[in-house]
């Protein structure tokens, strides 16, 4: 406990160049972690598919949705583009994708729901929601996990949700699914952490509460990449212990390593697997 509430600030000193390594080592990290979702993806749907081609796609994949927003119509578009190509079947592709979704929720659910039940933030009044702390989101998200996770061990026979067939994973894949997706918020949260001013009044722990609800905030909105939303909220509740300005330009940092550095290494290979793909198809 007494390395949580201190993580990363032990760890990575007061160098700006050594935090925006750490930074970037944990993006690193983030995207290998968000690959387990289409790993479990296919698992769960009982198909196979090399490991280097769902990793090739699931960061191209990520990369993109993550920063233009829209992750259903960015994400799935680049998922069936390759997926399709290496002979996946449109419904298998729909269920990967609908599993992938549901299990970045998955994660947030669990670890947001812990730390808003035992560390409640105040929620900012500018949010003008019916209750003064994060606590009754953290017992409602809990409950969704408590019910996923129940389901997964109880219910054998699929479910018809309007018209569509649902069939729970096994317990073993649906911790899968926690633990992967805890992680990816996890490490997203310590790469703006780490870019922060070092501020022995805000925990890592702290710190994490408030960046999931930002976060959550953000993804509910649709809105790009949260641009907006989320850095609203992050000012709202750390004005009061971290400069506006110095939380604005680590922001605009973490902007650019965890979603506009990816997006060009993403863009970069996209068009390099274009450029030899129409290649070979010439020359046959």
Aim: glycine content about 8%; some cysteine; charged content about 10%.
């Amino acid at each position: 406990m007494e390395l949580a509430k201190n993580f990363p600030n032990r760890l990575f000193g007061c160098s700006p160049k050594s935090r925006l390594s750490w930074a970037i080592w944990l993006t690193a990290l983030g995207y290998l972690v968000m690959i387990g979702y289409d790993i479990l993806g296919f698992n769960y749907i009982n198909r196979s598919l090399s490991w280097n081609k769902i990793a090739f796609t699931n960061f191209i994949s990520s990369a993109f949705s993550n920063t233009i927003g829209f992750a259903l119509l960015t994400g799935s578009a680049i998922r069936y583009r390759f997926y399709s190509t290496w002979g996946v079947s449109a419904v298998a592709i729909a269920q990967v994708i609908a599993f992938a979704n549901f299990t970045f929720w998955l994660g947030m659910f669990a670890v947001a729901g812990f730390l808003f039940l035992i560390k409640p933030l105040n929620i900012p009044t500018q949010l003008h929601l019916p209750f003064a702390t994060v606590r009754p989101i953290g017992v409602i998200f809990l409950l969704l996990v408590a019910a996923y996770l129940l389901g997964s061990i109880f219910i054998r026979k699929p479910l018809i949700i309007r018209g569509h067939e649902f069939r729970f994973p096994s317990f073993k894949i649906s911790l899968a699914q926690i633990v992967i997706s805890s992680f990816d918020w996890i490490l997203a949260a310590a790469v703006l952490y780490v870019l922060l001013p070092s501020n022995r009044y805000l925990s890592y722990l702290d710190f994490l509460g408030i960046y999931l609800l930002a976060m959550f905030a953000g993804v509910v909105s649709n809105v790009p990449g949260g641009l907006g939303v989320f850095e609203t909220i992050i000012l709202l509740i750390l004005s009061s212990k971290v400069s506006a300005t110095a939380v604005f330009g680590s922001m605009l940092a973490y902007r650019g390593v965890y979603y506009f550095l990816p997006l060009l290494v993403a863009a970069g290979l996209l068009g390099l697997y274009e450029i030899r793909f129409r290649t070979e198809n010439l020359q046959k």
